[in-house]
């Protein structure tokens, strides 16, 4: 499977399959078995939930002098729990963490014998 981009968290384009995937769920299950398989299928510094990224703009100095810098969001590798129950890693923000759109799997308790 070899997926291809067209917006980061609206559509994606699954070039073998032919298929577009507008869920969000499909969009989280197909990013679960694509990284099954070893494969980081996003660009770095891009929050899986929102498509937040990297934006830019210019450092200013007190004597005006313009410089180009970038703003990088503020990223957390998480493991989530799909709606099917699979656990899978994403990168989120941290306005998606705080707002609740992730959903943590639940550590069970090993019992002693």
């Known amino acids: 499977m070899n997926p291809r981009f067209c917006s980061v968290y609206e559509i994606f384009v699954c070039v073998k399959a032919g298929i577009v995937i507008k869920a969000h769920a499909d969009l989280l299950m197909l990013i679960s078995l694509v990284k099954e398989k070893g494969r980081r299928i996003d660009m770095s510094r891009r929050c899986d939930f929102c498509g937040k990224g990297p934006i830019t703009g210019n450092n200013v100095s007190h004597a005006n002098n313009k410089t180009r810098r970038r703003w990088l969001p503020n990223l957390q590798s998480m493991r ?13 923000c941290s306005r998606c963490l705080r707002s609740g759109v992730i959903t943590k799997p639940v550590k069970t308790a090993v019992k002693a014998v």
């Open 80 to 92: 989530h729990m799909t709606p099917e129950g699979k656990v899978v890693r994403v990168r989120v």
